[in-house]
């Protein structure tokens, strides 16, 4: 139970750190993105506003307004990232534009819960009913998660509750093979 309970706390902690690493790297990236796509910018303005029109031109716009904003381009190019960077951080989900910090929060919680869900109930019960406990509510928690995945994605539940059971069942067979590996 110790050693179930620790490794459920220490991977609870690993993955926490591993997300907010990975959201804060890709952030990193993105800002460096933003100072290369500014550097680009500064070394040939005339290229970067053809460009923008270009894509804009694509988009629909009339050939008068193209032309406003062409002209407001040519006098101030650097708008130009600000642009670009208004279309992707409108095109992102609130989960991506959430701190790293709540997603770190909540990787913990929930890595936490799954981690001490198989384990709690050989704390509160004989091992012979903790096996069947576990079991019960392992599964329970995972049929919630592919609902919930399914309601999220728009999914059929039937193709989440599979795809979750599954990736459930390859994790359980990877351990039964780690455990006889090391017995």
Same mark, same amino acid.
């Given at each position: 139970?110790?050693?179930?309970?620790?490794?459920?706390?220490?991977?609870?902690?690993?993955?926490?750190?591993?997300?907010?690493?990975?959201? #804060?790297?890709?952030?990193? #990236?993105? #800002?460096?993105?933003?100072?290369?796509?500014?550097?680009?910018?500064?070394?040939?303005?005339?290229?970067?506003?053809?460009?923008?029109?270009?894509?804009?031109?694509?988009?629909? &716009?009339?050939?008068?307004?193209?032309?406003?904003?062409?002209?407001?381009?040519?006098?101030?190019?650097? %708008?130009?990232?600000? $642009?670009?960077?208004?279309?992707?951080?409108?095109?992102?989900?609130?989960?991506?534009?959430?701190?790293? %910090?709540?997603?770190?929060?909540?990787?913990?919680?929930?890595?936490?819960?799954?981690?001490?869900?198989? %384990?709690?109930?050989?704390?509160?019960?004989?091992?012979?009913?903790?096996?069947?406990?576990?079991?019960?509510?392992?599964?329970? &928690? &995972?049929?919630? $998660?592919?609902?919930?995945?399914?309601?999220?994605?728009?999914?059929?539940?039937?193709?989440?509750?599979?795809?979750? &059971?599954?990736?459930? $069942?390859?994790?359980?067979?990877?351990?039964?093979?780690?455990? $006889?590996?090391?017995?």
């Amino acid at each position: 139970v110790l050693a179930g309970a620790t490794g459920a706390i220490v991977a609870s902690v690993s993955m926490t750190a591993g997300c907010f690493l990975e959201i #804060e790297s890709v952030r990193d #990236e993105e #800002e460096q993105e933003r100072q290369e796509r500014n550097a680009a910018i500064s070394s040939n303005p005339q290229q970067a506003v053809a460009g923008m029109i270009s894509q804009l031109s694509r988009s629909g &716009l009339s050939a008068g307004s193209l032309a406003a904003i062409q002209t407001d381009l040519a006098r101030n190019p650097h %708008v130009i990232t600000d $642009l670009e960077t208004a279309i992707t951080e409108g095109r992102k989900t609130s989960a991506q534009r959430a701190s790293p %910090v709540s997603h770190a929060i909540w990787m913990f919680l929930s890595a936490l819960l799954a981690g001490l869900t198989p %384990v709690l109930p050989f704390v509160f019960f004989p091992a012979d009913a903790a096996w069947m406990i576990c079991i019960t509510i392992t599964s329970a &928690l &995972l049929l919630l $998660l592919s609902i919930g995945r399914a309601r999220i994605s728009n999914r059929r539940p039937s193709r989440e509750i599979l795809e979750t &059971l599954g990736i459930a $069942l390859a994790a359980a067979i990877a351990g039964v093979v780690v455990a $006889l590996l090391l017995k």
